[in-house]
């Protein structure tokens, strides 16, 4: 009884069934392997029920089964062998013995997958690939006017109909219209299945221009979707490398250097990342192309910033932000992944917060964020997003801190950043300690490092260790703060990541003045004054000596304590009281002057 097995095959788990309407992701990974999933015996009834069909009956079953589950009478048209009229009787004896049922008009589907399968197990292979290349051809026809829709699954019939070319060209525009609507996942995985029809082409010059090009865009899909620090992503642009100084051009070079530029800074290896840097900065200058200049010196600024070297990093990021031009630089932010004057900006604003000049910060943070909405890029809106985040986090201002990391981490689960989720969660998590929600805010803290970590990086972990120090410290969990701290600053000196060592040694010294080990706490807070001066980051130089004349204020050195804050908040480069390591400082003055 036919009806009898297919209900029970409906008994069984299903997987969906390919058609062109399907999600780009899933519908040519399934067009690839549509081999039947059922036993042979219920194989062999569903086969004998197909077989009591008309011959244009059931080679308008075969046809269709190539299409997918669900199928257009106009695709079906174009890919069969049959006229219309014909066609339309076949299809009508499919629809009368329940093979197919109908949706409107024009649209088709089979009333079960597993009819789609052994219909199309039935068919030979050497047809079978002339109906994917018609089905393929159809396609192209009858979506002219909007090919971005249906561009995988063209691909997928063009490999299965074997066309590799036409397949790799289809897949290369399918990502790179999935990259249009942010969706780099999608991209990364046409890409992959392009990548791997290229291996099949003749070994050649042009091969290896084709793959040199997939693999860039590659490299670039994967940093959005898995992290900069993905070891995948090394690996493409390690082989990019290799191909770029076999057949690529000068900018081909550039781009390919730069993403490897990327991962090493965001592994925190900042020896490499300087050094591709500088060979950034020399390939420019060898082009004499002022638009990779400008990319060289963003990159560079970016990895003396994170060393802590404030003022070279100032310098350079200045010179991008002069040399940046939107309308003529617009394309970067598509072609790298990234706005360059949005990523100076950010930056920069966390430089001048660091170097005490908070109206500066405000400004430039405020631009950059502005500008990431206005060309709606969004992963340069994450970028700033971050960057908001920390430098509110410098100057204080923990209910700024709570919004942008809120907006980031909505935004990078949305668009599928996974490099961006966590620095969003401890972000959120420190700003929850500093108004009064520790332990709601250690929770969230821990859930984000677990994520940064799960993208493979260690970039600003030093950051992000420090923050979590200082929420142990607002929770009373002094010694998890110490043990958080030393490892923080155990990894900067590891990796010579110094932006955040000053504020790691203060948050030290005030910690070890929670266990009363004063003399310990003192040398400790004088490490972080020293830091804090050799890097000119006034900022943390002010919130260490407050802590500083705290100490000895509680140590009964009161005169000493006085004196040397007021001469630190004298110096101080900003006089806004809207800072709130100015604020402490001057409170503590104030206390001091009562007693």
């Known amino acids: 009884n036919p009806l009898f097995v297919v209900e029970t095959v409906r008994a069984r788990p299903s997987r969906p069934a390919a058609n062109e309407d399907d999600s780009v992701s899933e519908a040519p990974a399934r067009l690839l392997s549509p081999a039947p999933t059922l036993p042979a015996t219920v194989q062999a009834v569903i086969a004998q029920r197909l077989a009591r069909l008309s011959p244009a009956a059931q080679a308008a079953a075969a046809a269709a089964a190539v299409i997918g589950r669900s199928f257009r009478f106009e695709v079906l048209a174009r890919s069969s062998f049959q006229d219309e009229e014909p066609l339309a009787a076949a299809l009508d004896e499919l629809w009368q013995h329940r093979v197919v049922r109908a949706h409107g008009a024009d649209a088709y589907d089979f009333t079960h997958d597993k009819l789609r399968e052994v219909a199309y ?150 020896a490499a990342a300087q050094a591709l840097g500088n060979e950034l900065q020399a390939l420019a200058d060898q082009l004499g192309d002022r638009a990779l200049r400008l990319e060289a010196e963003v990159a560079r600024g970016l990895t003396h910033a994170w060393r802590g070297e404030l003022e070279p990093a100032k310098g350079l990021l200045e010179a991008a932000r002069t040399r940046y031009d939107p309308a003529q630089h617009r394309a970067h932010a598509r072609r790298f992944g990234q706005d360059p004057g949005i990523a100076a900006g950010s930056v920069l604003a966390l430089v001048d917060a660091l170097r005490g000049d908070a109206a500066a910060a405000r400004r430039r943070i405020d631009e950059a964020l502005a500008h990431a909405r206005a060309i709606d890029h969004p992963f340069s809106q994450a970028y700033a997003l971050q960057h908001a985040a920390l430098v509110d986090a410098v100057l204080g201002d923990a209910a700024a801190v709570r919004a942008h990391a809120e907006a980031l981490v909505a935004l990078s689960r949305e668009r599928g950043f996974a490099y961006w989720v966590g620095p969003g969660l401890v972000l959120h998590g420190w700003a929850l300690a500093a108004t009064g929600q520790p332990a709601h805010g250690l929770e969230r803290i821990r859930e984000g490092l677990a994520e940064h970590r799960a993208t493979g990086a260690r970039f600003q972990s030093t950051l992000w260790l420090g923050l979590l120090a200082d929420a142990c410290r607002r929770a009373g969990a002094v010694d998890d703060g110490l043990d958080r701290v030393t490892a923080a600053l155990e990894r900067a000196r590891a990796t010579g990541e110094r932006l955040w060592t000053a504020e790691l040694h203060r948050l030290h010294g005030a910690l070890l003045a929670e266990r009363h080990a004063w003399d310990d706490a003192e040398e400790t807070l004088q490490r972080a004054i020293a830091v804090a001066r050799e890097q000119q980051a006034h900022s943390l130089e002010l919130r260490a000596a407050t802590s500083q004349a705290r100490l000895w204020h509680r140590r009964g050195r009161t005169t000493e304590a006085r004196d040397r804050l007021q001469a630190t908040v004298n110096a101080f480069p900003d006089d806004d009281s809207d800072v709130s390591a100015l604020r402490a400082a001057r409170d503590l003055l104030t206390t001091i002057a009562e007693r």
């Not at 030979?124 to 979506?143: G, T, Y």
């Open 121 to 270: 197990a039935e068919i030979s292979p050497s047809r079978r690939r002339l109906l994917h290349r018609r089905v393929a051809e159809a396609l192209e026809a009858v979506h002219a006017g909007d090919l971005d829709a249906v561009s995988a699954t063209v691909a997928a019939h063009y490999a299965r109909g074997g066309v590799p070319d036409k397949a790799v060209a289809f897949y290369r525009r399918g990502a790179q219209a999935a990259q249009r609507i942010g969706s780099s996942r999608e991209a990364a995985r046409l890409l992959a299945r392009a990548l791997a029809l290229v291996a099949t082409l003749p070994p050649d010059r042009k091969r290896d221009e084709l793959e040199l090009d997939l693999l860039m865009q590659q490299g670039l899909a994967l940093r959005i979707a898995k992290g900069h620090g993905a070891p995948e992503v090394e690996r493409v642009f390690e082989k990019a490398r290799v191909l770029s100084e076999r057949v690529g051009d000068g900018a081909q070079r550039f781009a390919v250097q730069r993403g490897l530029w990327a991962f090493h800074l965001i592994r925190a290896e900042y």
